[in-house]
């Protein structure tokens, strides 16, 4: 039998949608890995009942583990070891190592030598407290993790703090509590492969399944799920060791019929798969309406230094002219948004920053600025190549602001890597 | 009695970690803002019996409207509906006026006149089909939203689809249908009053709050939340109309004791409150380990050409001396990541961008670079403002590389805000 887990992130400004959760989906991806199947996630505000109740559905689902984040800090709103104390029955203690632990924490980073303050003191003991026969996991920031193994009744808990930062910094450590050791001590060995792919829309794809379906034996034992976002599609399948062969087969399938679009096959991102393209050569930017983020893309990568000179965000018409060299006149012919501005754009960079390589980007990401002809979402690309014509293509995004933006980065680094692969 | 609302989002691959969720931030953003309280956000795979599990949590507790959003496209791991419709114990049919306009929909994208293929005939059906008794919400990309009225037994559902544009685009006609007007009739209208800080610890304001609970009557009537991210404090308090004054004696405290890290007293962003501080003046950037995210930042908003004239991303030393004109002896002597390196950048930046102000960033955002002295997470300022001497700060940040150009990106734009407010 498979191991099971949920996850419970708690605070309200996630619930809120204020900010956007990081835990969730990291813990998610940490406990596929081990083998760990995760079934539900909740979230849950900075309320006690709330908490509660998903804490008891969660264990009424029979999962093996829970893992919560969040709401350890020393404010009012952080009751998480409270609320696991309450529902797993266990009175609270203080664990004086923590407790010295969390002192001198505070002590160093905020220089105080003498006396606590009372509020200090308060946030201090509060942080120190861990249920009866639970385990403290140390904190990296000040406030610890805790680890309640399983019972006859509950599942393991595994409570850890809300900065992702203390979150993947205490994981090794969280993991290896006896209570998490025990509690995924049977999970299984899941392979999972990854298909990446631009310009394939999710019905051509959904045929080919079905193609596939028909033809291949076993294909049930595949979990395949397909998720499009900015225009790429990504394909993952997860299956025991055994269906190796079959997951083979259907990938064949795939690769025959889209093969010009799937452009990784090992879970490389587009990041990735281009600074592998890039192959030494270096590359440059010259951005408008993308405003920054086609470089930002370009260094997110550790030792992006090695291929990404720089990039230059002409925003407005003096700076493609005065910096990139478009001639004025040009730009008052056709219009900024036009793939011979694109062009002169990608090719000023070149020259400029002295790369071998530069993709440039100029369009409408609206709300506002369109003209006839012209609708919110036109993006012209160019991407100039040492010692070959440069090239220039027109495109039409739909989304919002934010969303032509994003669809326009992704388009400038698949537009540059699919030109390196020929 | 308050209005609460649960929302459940489906999908494996944000389950699995492998994207991040935008659909239940936004959703629970609109509903709070309507005076619905989200009480959970669930997140489930594309599993019959997990969706199950969680529509039956939500009805347990006692909510009155669900909103679901995935889990609606052609292919067969999209079964939101099917499984609504088994919740409800609804059978489903096929709605005939959205069967055309899904038909109409993938004729024209993918541009057949003619027969359809068996997979294109499919699609349609599968994503015509809706619960008896219930509403097709109409279509923006090909997949219909649903709203099902409550019943004695059961909350109001209303099933969107997974895409962030077409949920959003399709909102306002979902709030209309009688099912969900049904549902939030008896909301409660909140108010909800937004501080953001800048270099202010929570701990400092949980000592400020303490103060605060002390010497106000009735502060209970408040629900404060905070959250830290990337070195911004945002304090949200929620309360009923009534709470008004407690809430504005609250906000005194904080403003007497921290008014000087306090940016933003009516929910307005550091990019929102930098845009006005401009005030006519233009703004360039000069950038090296944040690699084009502060010019992003600058040009995420509508309209931002009216002040952002452009940046140059000098990842390299080359263009930091060739386009920036940063003495290259200078970077030979003091390194790249120092203070006069900072200076030279944001002062070239204007020069060649022609602004006011510029600012520029260069540090080592790791994991690799760190020389003695210089840890990973060191990043030096430069801020160049017309008539001003160039001032330069050097911080530290803690993280990982991401973070690192996060907090950097974040403190540009509040050394920037903070001069400009002197």
């Known amino acids: 039998m498979s191991t099971r887990a949920g996850i419970v992130v708690t605070g309200t400004e996630v619930l809120s949608g204020r900010i956007s959760d990081r835990n969730g989906p990291w ?14 996630i909740t979230v849950c505000g900075d309320r006690s009942d709330d908490l509660l109740a998903q804490l008891r559905f969660l ?92 019972t006859d009744e509950l599942p393991a808990i595994l409570v850890l703090p809300g900065p992702p930062h203390e979150v993947q910094a205490m994981w090794a450590s969280a993991l290896a509590t006896p209570a998490v050791v025990a509690a995924i001590a049977d999970r299984d060995s899941y392979r999972q492969h990854t298909l990446r792919a631009y310009g394939l829309s999710e019905a051509d794809l959904a045929e080919s399944l079905l193609q596939a379906e028909s033809e291949i034996a076993g294909f049930d034992a595949l979990e395949i799920t397909t998720c499009m976002s900015d225009g790429e599609l990504e394909i993952v399948t997860r299956f025991e060791a ?26 490389s991102t587009i990041g990735e798969v281009l600074a592998g393209l890039l192959d030494g050569r270096t590359i440059g930017t010259a951005e408008s309406c993308t405003g920054g983020l086609v470089a930002a893309a370009l260094t997110d990568r550790a030792g992006s230094s090695s291929y990404l000179l720089g990039g230059v965000v002409s925003y407005a018409n003096e700076v493609k002219s005065g910096v990139l060299g478009v001639p004025a006149d040009l730009i008052g012919e056709v219009g900024a948004v036009s793939e011979p501005v694109a062009k002169a754009m990608a090719e000023g960079a070149r020259r400029v920053l002295g790369s071998d390589i530069a993709v440039s980007t100029t369009g409408i990401a609206g709300p506002g600025g369109a003209v006839p002809g012209k609708p919110v979402g036109t993006v012209c690309f160019g991407l100039a190549i040492d010692g070959r014509e440069t090239v220039t293509i027109t495109r039409n995004f739909p989304g919002d602001r934010a969303a032509v933006r994003r669809r326009a980065t992704s388009a400038a680094l698949h537009l540059a890597a699919r030109a390196l692969r020929e």
Chains 1, 2 share one sequence.
């Open 242 to 267: 055994g269906a190796a062969p079959t997951y083979q087969a259907v990938e064949d399938v795939i690769l025959a019929r889209h093969g010009d679009r799937v452009y990784s096959t090992d879970g």
């Open 59 to 150: 264990a009424d689902e029979g999962v093996d583990l829970i893992v919560t984040t969040g709401g350890l800090g020393p404010t009012a709103d952080d009751l998480t070891v409270a609320v696991v104390s309450e529902f797993t029955g266990r009175e609270l203690h203080t664990d004086p190592e923590m407790r010295a632990t969390i002192e001198a924490v505070i002590r160093n980073w905020r220089k105080v030598s003498g006396d606590l303050t009372p509020a200090m003191t308060a946030a201090i003991d509060k942080q120190a407290l861990i249920p009866d026969g639970a385990e403290a996991v140390p904190p990296t920031g000040t406030a610890p993790g805790v680890a309640v193994a399983a």
């Open 27 to 40: 813990v998610s991806a940490q406990l596929l890995e081990l083998g760990v199947e995760v079934a539900h």
